[in-house]
Nanobody, 125 residues
Framework: QVQLVESGGGLVQAGGSLRLSCAASRGTFNDYAIGWFRQAPGNEREFVSA????????TTLDSLKGRFTISRDNAKNTIYLQMNNLRPEDTAVYYC??????????????????WGQGTQVTVSS
């Protein structure tokens, strides 16, 4: 089964940018659609963005469109989440997850089979 490790989180001022990475090991990386989710303290886990196996399909939470962009490099077994113009409300732990059944993209956490440990993103005002 695939293993996922997130990186790239940190502390940034409002208006700044971060690029999160999700590195995969084991399994065949392009057999999986990959999604990003986030969870702030006291909140439920929230869908952020997802990309299909082939990169032909992506979907992003409407409120994040124009600021967050997902991409994947199958040669490097890595998924990226570029986050621009960050706001304090973007503060959360960000998780990547792999879906081995979907040939498109899904937004429900229940569709994803494997999860990383998360990376903390903190945006100061």
């Amino acid at each position: 089964q695939v293993q996922l490790v997130e990186s790239g989180g940190g502390l940034v001022q409002a208006g700044g940018s971060l690029r999160l990475s999700c590195a995969a090991s084991r399994g065949t990386f392009n057999d999986y659609a990959i999604g990003w989710f986030r969870q702030a303290p006291g909140n439920e886990r929230e869908f952020v963005s997802a990309i299909s196996r082939s990169s032909l399909a992506t979907t992003t939470l409407d409120s994040l469109k124009g600021r967050f962009t997902i991409s994947r490099d199958n040669a490097k077994n890595t998924i990226y989440l570029q986050m621009n113009n960050l706001r304090p409300e973007d503060t959360a732990v960000y998780y990547c997850a792999a879906d081995r059944r979907n040939y498109g993209v899904g937004r429900a956490a229940s569709e994803y089979d494997y999860w990383g440990q998360g990376t903390q993103v903190t945006v100061s005002s």
